[in-house]
């Protein structure tokens, strides 16, 4: 009988160890509970930031490859007029979040003189910088340039 006795003394010591013990794990539980939320969010925003510079990138190449294709000109004795502009010359809106506006930078003008090798003659070519900017309301924004090379017939 003295062995319950002895058992019953240490169980009595012993009320609140596991309460205590519980509260700890609960506390260090939530504690990892918040710090794998937090994690979660910053990559979700690092991945969206990602998605939405691809987005700004395709639409300033898209915008800019079809300003190109739609004032292509075979060339001749005559500059047209988006070559020799200066103020913007396009501006195009996708939605209400994002938009690509086309610059023609003046100062990225250059003419010079070079050798066509199958005519053996020497032709006048304008060199232009044409720049596509776009944005999006969601952040961010992207420059995209593009060089074009037209054959002209004098560079005044």
Same mark, same amino acid.
């Given at each position: 009988m003295s062995t319950c006795r002895c058992m019953h003394d240490v169980a009595g010591r012993?009320?609140?160890v596991v309460l205590i013990t519980s509260l700890i794990l609960?506390?260090?539980?939530?504690?990892?509970a918040v710090s794998m939320?937090?994690?979660?969010?910053?990559?979700?925003?690092? @991945?969206? =930031?990602?998605? $939405?510079?691809?987005r700004n990138i395709a639409n300033a190449e898209s915008e800019l490859t079809s300003f190109i294709n739609?004032?292509?000109?075979?060339?001749?004795s005559v500059i047209p007029n988006w070559v020799a502009a200066t103020a913007p010359a396009s501006a195009t809106s996708y939605g209400t979040l994002e938009s690509v506006r086309i610059t023609l930078p003046s100062t990225?003008? @250059?003419? =010079?003189?070079? $050798?066509?090798?199958?005519?053996?003659?020497?032709i006048?070519?304008?060199y232009r910088d044409i720049r596509a900017e776009a944005s999006s309301v969601l952040g961010g924004s992207v420059a995209v340039h593009q060089g074009v090379r037209i054959t002209v017939a004098s560079c005044s």
């Open positions: 012993q009320n609140g609960m506390v260090i539980m939530t504690l990892l939320l937090k994690t979660s969010i910053v990559e979700l925003k690092i @991945g969206g =930031a990602g998605q $939405v510079a691809a739609r004032n292509n000109f075979p060339g001749g990225e003008n @250059g003419c =010079a003189e070079e $050798v066509d090798n199958q005519m053996n003659t020497t006048r070519v304008l």
